[in-house]
């Protein structure tokens, strides 16, 4: 399980490691762009019901930390999906990864 640390060392917020590096790509090209967005999340199922959202901004620090030393392989649908929320009016929501029903390989054409 992965943190983010936002608007000081006192605010953290834990993300497993994968979401979290995907999550890490997309707000780091919209932060190097200098635009402000929201990034919200479903509470996890030991916390109390709900959801959260945080507006991020170029000014405020962030960091993030990752459990795994070695850096996740990345999925493009995953990255894109997310970016694509990212400029929405809603703002990012962190959303499961949709792994492929049919992975590639094992298709009609193999």
Do not use: C
Not at 1 to 30: C, N, Q, S, W
Not at 80 to 105: H, K, R, W
């Amino acid at each position: 399980m992965g943190t983010m640390f936002y608007g000081g060392e006192m605010t953290a917020i834990p993300i497993e490691d994968r979401a979290l590096a995907h999550l890490k790509v997309v707000i780091a090209t919209k932060l190097r762009r200098g635009e402000s967005f929201t990034v919200s999340w479903r509470h996890a199922d030991d916390d109390p019901r709900g959801r959260s959202t945080i507006w991020v901004h170029p000014s405020i620090p962030l960091r993030f930390v990752f459990d795994d030393p070695e850096p996740a392989v990345l999925s493009r649908a995953w990255v894109e999906e997310l970016a694509n929320s990212a400029n929405s009016s809603g703002g990012i929501m962190l959303v499961p990864e949709q792994l492929d029903p049919t992975p590639a390989g094992s298709g009609p054409e193999a």
